[in-house]
């Protein structure tokens, strides 16, 4: 079955600085790859994601990247603000898992200080 | 974005007694309904996958005497923990996704149930 590695672990960044997580994952037919945010206590929120067809997606501060051959994919947060400090998910979805499961990265915590 | 609730958002029960969860989809039909289950400072785990209609696919290590799941609608999946013990203290949360017979549905989190077994 698909498994997603995620670095770093942890992240501590300053503010207005850049942020970048990184994900790998083992089932070449993965073809979507979300990522969330998580604040303590609270549900996972999507906050882009990046289908196989695509190398690289953005949303004002937020960019995803895919690497399908090296089977990897990124998140960049530019500019990061104390609001963007919780913790990160990313996950893949492939054809051959069935019923459309996500399987979840290890998480990372953001940390912005002001 | 869809809509998930979940109920109760908190539970605190007694060792060996049982507890239901409800997660339903308020504006949308739900065909696949997800439990997952997070311990603290842990990733989700993903625990059973659900249809309409049909009994649910557990992931490996997962008992499904233990953790009952029942998705008799289309808006409503149910998960019981029975006989809860304290390793059973979690978060869990249930996600829904319809059907529209593409490949990237996305997945609509519910709030997350904390359990707590005393």
């Known amino acids: 079955g698909e498994n997603v590695e995620q670095h770093p672990s942890t992240l501590s960044v300053q503010e207005g600085d850049s942020a970048v997580i990184k994900c790998t994952y083992s089932d070449s037919a993965s073809n979507y790859f979300p990522w969330y945010k998580q604040e303590l206590g609270k549900r996972p929120q999507l906050i882009i994601d990046i289908r196989s067809n695509v190398g690289e997606k953005k949303d004002q501060r937020i960019a995803v990247t895919l690497n399908k051959t090296a089977k990897h994919f990124s998140l960049h947060i530019t500019e990061t603000q104390p609001e963007d400090s919780a913790v990160y998910f990313c996950?893949?979805?492939?054809?051959?898992?069935?019923?459309?499961?996500?399987?979840f990265g290890t998480g990372t915590r953001l940390l912005v200080s002001p | 974005g869809a809509v998930v609730s979940q109920h109760p958002s908190r539970v605190i029960c007694k060792s060996g007694t049982s507890v239901k969860i409800e997660c339903r989809s308020l504006d949308f039909q739900a065909t696949t309904m997800f439990w997952y289950r997070q311990f603290p400072k842990q990733s989700l785990m993903l625990m059973a996958t659900s249809n309409e209609g049909s009994k649910a696919t557990y992931e490996q290590g997962v008992e499904k005497d233990k953790f009952l799941i029942n998705h008799a609608s289309l808006t409503l999946s149910t998960l019981t923990v029975t006989s809860a013990h304290p390793e059973d203290s979690s978060f869990y949360i249930c996600?829904?996704?319809?059907?529209?017979?593409?490949?990237?549905?996305?997945?609509?989190f519910g709030p997350g149930t904390r359990l707590t077994v005393l």
């Open positions: 996950a893949a979805k492939g054809m051959n898992t069935g019923f459309q499961k996500l399987v």
């Open positions: 996600s829904a996704s319809g059907n529209s017979g593409l490949v990237y549905n996305e997945q609509f």
